[in-house]
């Protein structure tokens, strides 16, 4: 076990000052990682409870039970809800265009962070290569005329070892970017789909202004 640690710390000394920037880049983006999965859980942003209650109003019903959902769960659905039906005294394409502007300020809300993941991706690999190329700069400007291939082979495993953790880095960013910008567009169609049914069911045909 002792073995097995001081090995991996040896790994990231050997890597130089790229190494520190390295693992603090990564720490970053796992804390924007731990932090999205907790944000963008479907309870938080779309309850079911508000969705089933829009679907089961009908026309002429009051809006008390929506209302209360609302209020009892506090989301970017209700947000944008309550959006609409604080203007329900505007004309339907004015309501809609104010329920689409509170929806473009929930999805980049939403959003939030995952630049963080997009820096990460880039910039990852990038100190990786930097590091290493510090790294055999150094070396070859040790090793001098000796030319031993042993020290030049040594010195180079030694100096891709920020390459090695760039990539690590870099990986799983590009994988939780893409798989939340993916889950937000899809939360983005359901909360589109679900204010799109109830403005229908509040602007019916022969109220329609």
């Known amino acids: ?56 109003l009908k026309p002429g019903d009051t809006l008390e039970a929506l209302f209360k959902e609302m209020d009892a769960r506090p989301s970017a659905i209700a947000r944008i809800l309550r ?18 502007t509170t929806a473009r300020h929930e999805v980049a809300r939403m959003e939030k962070g995952l630049v963080i993941l997009e820096i990460a991706t880039g910039a990852g690999p990038l100190l990786g290569l930097l590091g290493t190329l510090s790294g055999l ?23 891709l070892n920020t390459t090695i953790v760039g990539l690590a880095v870099a990986v799983p960013s590009l994988t939780a970017h893409s ?22 069911k509040l602007y019916q045909p022969q109220s329609d202004r």
């Open 1 to 56: 076990m002792n073995s097995t640690l001081h090995a991996v710390l040896g790994f990231f000394e050997k890597g130089g000052p790229f190494m520190v920037l390295l693992v603090l880049l990564s720490i970053i983006s796992l804390s924007a990682i731990l932090l999205r999965i907790w944000r963008l859980r479907e309870s938080t942003i779309i309850p079911r409870q508000i969705t089933d209650a829009v679907e089961s």
């Open 83 to 100: 959006t609409l039906l604080n203007h329900l005294n505007w004309s339907k394409s004015e309501n809609l265009e104010a329920v689409q």
């Open 137 to 159: 700069v150094a070396i070859f400007a040790e090793i001098g005329g000796s030319g031993d291939p042993i020290i030049v082979a040594r010195g180079i495993s030694e100096a």
């Open 179 to 200: 798989y939340f910008t993916r889950r937000i567009e899809m939360m983005a169609v359901q909360m589109e789909s679900t204010a799109a049914d109830l403005l229908a």
